[in-house]
């Protein structure tokens, strides 16, 4: 996915929202799948560049800064 805000690493969908993270800067992004407008974000510092958010238990995991972060998803 490459948008004119953001360059994207592979998606996914996971508690009602496509889950990215724009590989330039870092940072996780959750989308509305029918807007497309953002509704998530957090930073999560270097990232390389096919980074791609997972997801288990309720929770989407990124890597970035040489750690994983965890984040709850709200259903």
Do not use: R
């Not at 998606?11 to 889950?19: D, L, N, R, Y």
């Not at 999560?44 to 970035?64: K, N, R």
Request: hydrophobic share 40%; proline share 4%.
């Amino acid at each position: 996915m490459n948008t004119d805000s953001f360059t994207s690493g592979a998606p996914i969908v996971s508690g009602s929202a496509v889950w990215t993270i724009d590989t330039d800067n870092g940072t996780l992004f959750a989308l509305n799948p029918s807007t497309g407008a953002s509704v998530f974000t957090y930073q999560l510092g270097s990232v390389v560049h096919f980074e791609s958010p997972s997801s288990a238990d309720g929770m989407i995991f990124a890597c970035g800064n040489d750690q994983v972060t965890a984040v709850f998803i709200s259903t």
